[in-house]
């Protein structure tokens, strides 16, 4: 039962977040898009320390999407996915450890989240899908 939940929410997401993807490919300008989300005005290229020092930021990546940028005072990484303005509003720190930063977003379904995980000493960002707490 749980397997076949995953894979109705996968499907869900992989929809969502294709319609991201498709929306990316005109050339408009980005600011009346960003207009729909004011708060992701503010979020994006500022810099969100975490507890243990590192920090993340959003940067725009074309008219309706954002990468991740996420790093240390050594470093910096980028993510190789763009997340539509949509998601990328709700990205917020989850937790962190030695090796790898966590981020969280919800998917406006209901109880579906998923988590971004960004390698401190790699360079691929992946998503891991999960019930929202």
């Known amino acids: 039962m749980r397997t076949l939940a995953v894979i109705k929410f996968m499907t869900r997401l992989g929809t969502f977040l294709a319609f991201g993807l498709l929306t990316c490919c005109s050339s408009r300008d980005n600011r009346p898009l960003l207009d729909k989300y004011p708060h992701l005005k503010e979020k994006i ?24 940028e996420w790093g ?34 919800d998917t406006t379904v209901k109880d579906d989240c998923f988590e971004i995980i960004c390698p401190l000493y790699n360079t691929n960002e992946f998503i891991l899908v999960t019930k929202c707490e």
Do not use: M
């Open 45 to 68: 290229g500022q810099i969100q320390k975490t507890p243990k020092g590192r920090y993340f930021k959003l940067l725009i990546s074309s008219d309706s999407t954002c990468k991740i």
């Open 72 to 105: 240390n005072k050594d470093q910096k990484k980028q993510s190789h996915r763009d997340y539509h303005f949509r998601l990328a509003d709700r990205i917020l720190f989850k937790s962190e450890d030695e090796s790898f930063l966590t981020l969280k977003s």
